[in-house]
């Protein structure tokens, strides 16, 4: 079991930065990969990025080269830059086991949102 919570969220003008991060408690997050997805209204949930255990990275097209994910052993974060207004949704915190049995977790989101 894995408990995310994630905090960092807010309201940011174009061209800003933001910070998000999830703490995670519960088993061993190196099973785990961990994520960042979002959600715009009227949108389905969509893949940000995510980073393995070994630190190997992934992208959506759309963040690459403005956004940067990271973690430690308790922690994932995603560091925004050059944020755009199609950037506003909730981000949700994820975190899915390698291999068997299944297990996925989320947080419960935070509201960025890019707007002047």
């Known amino acids: 079991q894995v408990h995310l919570v994630e905090s960092g969220g807010g309201l940011v003008q174009p061209g800003g930065s933001l910070r998000l991060s999830c703490a995670a408690s519960?088993?061993?997050?190196?099973?785990?990969?961990l994520g960042w997805y979002r959600q715009a209204p009227g949108k389905q949930r969509e893949l940000v990025a995510s980073?393995?255990?070994?630190?190997n990275t992934d992208y959506a097209d759309s963040v690459k080269g403005r956004f940067a994910i990271s973690r430690d052993s308790a922690k994932v974060y995603l560091e925004m830059n050059t944020l755009k207004p199609e950037d506003t949704a909730v981000y949700y915190c994820?975190?899915?086991?390698?291999?068997?049995?299944?297990?996925?977790?989320w947080g419960q989101g935070t509201q960025v949102t890019v707007s002047s």
């Open positions: 994820n975190a899915r086991r390698v291999g068997q049995p299944y297990q996925e977790y």
């Open positions: 519960g088993s061993s997050l190196w099973i785990y990969i």
């Open positions: 980073v393995t255990s070994g630190l």
